[in-house]
């Protein structure tokens, strides 16, 4: 069944879309007829899905770019944050910035898939993120006042399960995730909801202490990163009579991590209800501010190396060894990173 | 001579505004349209869907010839030129870019020849609706009132896809094969005005410009072009090739009534309204100007 405008009643359709039924999987299978006898040549397209190590060393290589690590134990919200964000996008400008294009909108696209109506679910959900390969989602962004060019942000989207038993157990296992070294941003989500339960509190405290110090002491993080400590779902923390007892649970939290932020270049705490179910708190409650954050903040603001055309014959020596040395200069501080 | 392209998801009414345009064409009814330079070799295919619009009928998805169709268009007073063509590419080959991220060597080809492109997009749009927004009486996952899953629950599938989403991916692709640093000339064709006003109308009480129905509708694709201002050179126009709801006698009979065939078709821009589906294509024209 189609997701569609419920004004497409009164559409006038003239290229009738072929017929098709939804298999129980939700799979369409297209009533078109058969395969063309010849190949046809094909032209690759750019894939839209998550961009790997190469591809995001290629952003960042040629252009005004954020990397925002997103860490946390699973069910944190990491996930939940990222597919909010770009259907507050789709929405239209969103805290003073525009949509300037994504090389990963299937990316971006499945991850929302089960929050929305389409899905056919009741209550919403997140893909929830395989433990393989660092992966990045990219978003290019651009001030509604198009005062400045636009700029691009890579997240990571690193599995909960990674956290949880590579990042918090293993000094060396957390090395080996170089991605968080070019990290402008490291965004530690707690899910408020354990926060808010006696029971799961300490644990959950206990958990994000471990994984902040374990890439504090690594040099994973350090003086160029801004830290931002996400209470995430936060429509789900604690119930008005137990709201005080969290909040100088919280506040003991913060104290005692506090004193890591000379080790950074700011530490500071956020509330978030990415996708509150209804209420008073909006969808994408908490997002404007982190995402200002993200954007205008930065120890490691670096102007892209201006397009330079590869040498041709007859170009005098000094035009090739420019073009050498800054080949060489991209390739050295594309591989220090990740 | 410059070369433009046109494109669009299905169901976008391209057909339509191919059978209007070439009555335009082909009979001159409108003064200050733009003029074929000369008929097509072949026309069985642009007689037979102009056929279906003049007698009121819904425009049939027939196959469009080997290589499509293509226009030679001249402005009779400033005398620019230009070829417009429309790849006989259906409406779901865009549909399949997005899909499976490929598109043929002769559409690679057809782009990189082109200086401008001409992208129909129509009222009827697949969005994203939120659970949490959908009703607020939903269960939450602590309550034991509801499932936490329902028996059907439907996979993801980038068909399915919102279509804004759809639509700035096609311009991403035409953005990656465009030769850098040239800007893009983009006449955007809102299909089914006459529907797109009427929805506005139940929302705000006013007739939208073509412009902010984008913004409206489309907030993505506004965004983006808006973002990529260098690169994108754009104008938006809502036409109604058909002229009103066929399904409608009384509409239908309205439309009969006109002196010329032509003043059916309606087609609204920032500046005024003619019934000159060239509009756009003169717009392009103009845009490219003495490039190269």
Known sequence: MSEQDPSSKFDFPDETEEEETETESGEAESGESAEPEEAIPEIALFRGTDLDADEARAVMAGSLCRVIVLAGMPDAGKTTLLATLYELFLRGPFAGYLFAGSRTQLGFDERCHKARTAS?????????TLPTEVSYLHLALRDEALQQPARH????DISGETFRDQ?????LETQALGAMRRADHFVLLIDAE????????????????????????????GMSTHVEIVYSRWDRAAADETA?????????????VGEWGAALATLTFHRLAARPPSGPLPVGHGVEPLLRCWIEVSERERAPRPYRATPQAGDREMTRFLWREEMDIL???AQEVL | MKQFISVGLPSTGKTTFLAALWHVLESREVDGSLQQRGLQADREYLNKIRNAWIAFE?????????????????????GAAGRVEFPDLPGESFRTQWTDRHWTEEFDERVHAANGILLFVAPALRESRLIVEADSRLPTPASPAGPAMPSAEVAWNAKHSPTQAQVVELLQFLDDAWEPGRPIPLAVVISAWDLAERFAAYDSGAAPAPEDWIEARMPLLWQYLRANTERFRWRAYGISAQGGDLAEQAEVSRMQEYAVTSQRIRVVEVDGESHDPTRPLRWLLESVGSEP
Not at chain 1, 194 to 219: F, K, M, V, Y
Request: with cysteine; net charge neutral.
């Open chain 1, 120 to 128: 056919k679910r009741t209550v919403p959900d997140t893909e929830r």
């Open chain 1, 331 to 333: 390739s050295q501080e």
């Open chain 1, 244 to 256: 005080a007892a969290m909040a100088q649970f919280l506040a003991s939290f913060e104290a005692s």
């Open chain 1, 194 to 221: 354990q926060l808010g339960n006696p029971a799961s509190r300490h644990r959950a405290i206990t958990d994000a202490r471990l994984i902040l110090r374990s890439c504090i002491e690594t040099g994973m993080i």
């Open chain 2, 58 to 78: 819904q425009v049939p998805r027939t196959e469009t010839p080997i290589g499509g169709v293509a226009f030679d268009l001249a402005d009779p007073i400033g």
């Open chain 1, 167 to 171: 990042v918090r157990n293993s000094s």
């Open chain 1, 153 to 156: 942000i890579l997240f990571t």
